[in-house]
Protein backbone atom coordinates (compact mmCIF):
# COMPACT_ATOMS: atom_id res chain seq x y z
CA UNK A 1 0.00 0.00 0.00
CA UNK A 2 1.44 2.83 -1.33
CA UNK A 3 1.27 5.99 1.58
CA UNK A 4 2.89 9.36 1.27
CA UNK A 5 3.43 11.67 4.52
CA UNK A 6 4.20 15.23 4.45
CA UNK A 7 5.30 17.62 7.27
CA UNK A 8 7.25 20.92 7.88
CA UNK A 9 4.23 23.60 7.03
CA UNK A 10 3.39 26.43 9.20
CA UNK A 11 2.95 30.17 9.68
CA UNK A 12 5.97 32.11 8.91
CA UNK A 13 6.30 35.81 7.91
CA UNK A 14 6.84 37.40 4.37
CA UNK A 15 10.86 36.69 3.65
CA UNK A 16 10.74 33.53 6.03
CA UNK A 17 12.25 30.11 4.88
CA UNK A 18 10.52 26.76 5.49
CA UNK A 19 10.94 23.25 4.75
CA UNK A 20 8.44 20.98 3.85
CA UNK A 21 9.32 17.04 3.54
CA UNK A 22 7.69 13.95 1.89
CA UNK A 23 8.18 10.27 2.58
CA UNK A 24 7.11 8.03 0.38
CA UNK A 25 6.45 4.17 0.77
CA UNK A 26 5.03 1.16 -0.12
CA UNK A 27 6.23 0.79 -3.90
CA UNK A 28 9.20 2.21 -5.79
CA UNK A 29 8.53 5.92 -7.47
CA UNK A 30 10.12 7.79 -10.14
CA UNK A 31 9.17 11.37 -10.74
CA UNK A 32 8.45 13.19 -7.11
CA UNK A 33 6.68 16.63 -6.86
CA UNK A 34 5.17 18.95 -5.23
CA UNK A 35 2.12 21.06 -5.87
CA UNK A 36 0.05 23.64 -4.09
CA UNK A 37 -3.90 24.90 -3.89
CA UNK A 38 -4.82 28.26 -2.43
CA UNK A 39 -8.49 28.77 -2.00
CA UNK A 40 -10.44 29.37 -5.06
CA UNK A 41 -7.57 28.71 -7.32
CA UNK A 42 -6.47 25.44 -9.01
CA UNK A 43 -4.00 23.18 -8.19
CA UNK A 44 -0.77 24.42 -9.83
CA UNK A 45 2.38 22.42 -10.22
CA UNK A 46 5.38 24.47 -7.66
CA UNK A 47 8.08 22.02 -8.69
CA UNK A 48 9.38 18.28 -9.56
CA UNK A 49 11.98 16.03 -9.65
CA UNK A 50 13.36 12.90 -11.35
CA UNK A 51 14.78 9.33 -10.11
CA UNK A 52 18.01 11.21 -12.02
CA UNK A 53 17.57 14.41 -9.91
CA UNK A 54 16.55 16.49 -12.79
CA UNK A 55 14.09 19.26 -11.86
CA UNK A 56 11.75 21.72 -12.79
CA UNK A 57 9.97 24.64 -11.34
CA UNK A 58 7.19 26.87 -11.96
CA UNK A 59 8.30 30.56 -12.96
CA UNK A 60 6.97 31.72 -9.91
CA UNK A 61 9.14 30.40 -7.56
CA UNK A 62 12.11 30.10 -9.39
CA UNK A 63 15.17 30.93 -7.78
CA UNK A 64 13.37 30.70 -4.19
CA UNK A 65 12.02 27.19 -4.09
CA UNK A 66 14.87 24.42 -4.45
CA UNK A 67 13.61 20.67 -4.36
CA UNK A 68 16.12 17.65 -3.63
CA UNK A 69 15.31 13.74 -2.84
CA UNK A 70 16.69 11.38 -0.73
CA UNK A 71 15.46 8.07 -2.30
CA UNK A 72 11.79 7.88 -1.23
CA UNK A 73 11.81 11.44 0.33
CA UNK A 74 11.59 14.84 -1.25
CA UNK A 75 12.04 18.06 -0.05
CA UNK A 76 11.09 21.83 -0.75
CA UNK A 77 12.80 23.92 0.81
CA UNK A 78 10.91 27.41 0.61
CA UNK A 79 12.97 31.19 0.69
CA UNK A 80 11.84 34.86 0.52
CA UNK A 81 8.25 33.27 1.52
CA UNK A 82 5.49 35.84 -0.08
CA UNK A 83 2.50 36.06 0.57
CA UNK A 84 1.07 34.87 -2.12
CA UNK A 85 2.58 31.86 -1.66
CA UNK A 86 0.30 30.90 0.91
CA UNK A 87 -1.38 27.61 0.25
CA UNK A 88 -1.93 23.85 1.25
CA UNK A 89 0.88 22.07 -0.30
CA UNK A 90 0.93 18.43 -1.40
CA UNK A 91 3.46 16.29 -2.81
CA UNK A 92 3.14 13.98 -5.50
CA UNK A 93 4.84 10.44 -6.70
CA UNK A 94 4.35 7.81 -9.62
CA UNK A 95 4.06 3.92 -8.78
CA UNK A 96 6.74 2.35 -11.47
CA UNK A 97 4.88 -0.90 -10.58
CA UNK A 98 1.43 0.68 -11.87
CA UNK A 99 1.94 3.84 -13.26
CA UNK A 100 -0.57 5.31 -11.56
CA UNK A 101 -0.09 9.16 -9.70
CA UNK A 102 -0.36 9.16 -5.61
CA UNK A 103 -0.72 12.71 -3.37
CA UNK A 104 0.34 13.81 0.17
CA UNK A 105 -2.27 14.77 2.79
CA UNK A 106 -1.37 17.92 2.19
CA UNK A 107 0.13 20.70 4.83
CA UNK A 108 -0.71 24.08 5.52
CA UNK A 109 1.72 27.12 4.66
CA UNK A 110 0.78 30.59 5.21
CA UNK A 111 3.23 33.30 4.70
CA UNK A 112 1.71 36.24 6.76
CA UNK A 113 2.74 39.56 9.14
Known amino acids: QVQLVESGGGLVQPGGSLRLSCTASGSMFGVMGWYRQAPGNEREMVAR?????STNYADSVKGRFTTSRDKNTVFLQMNSLKPEDTAVYYCQTQDLWNGRYYWGQGTQVTVSS
Open 49 to 53: INSGD
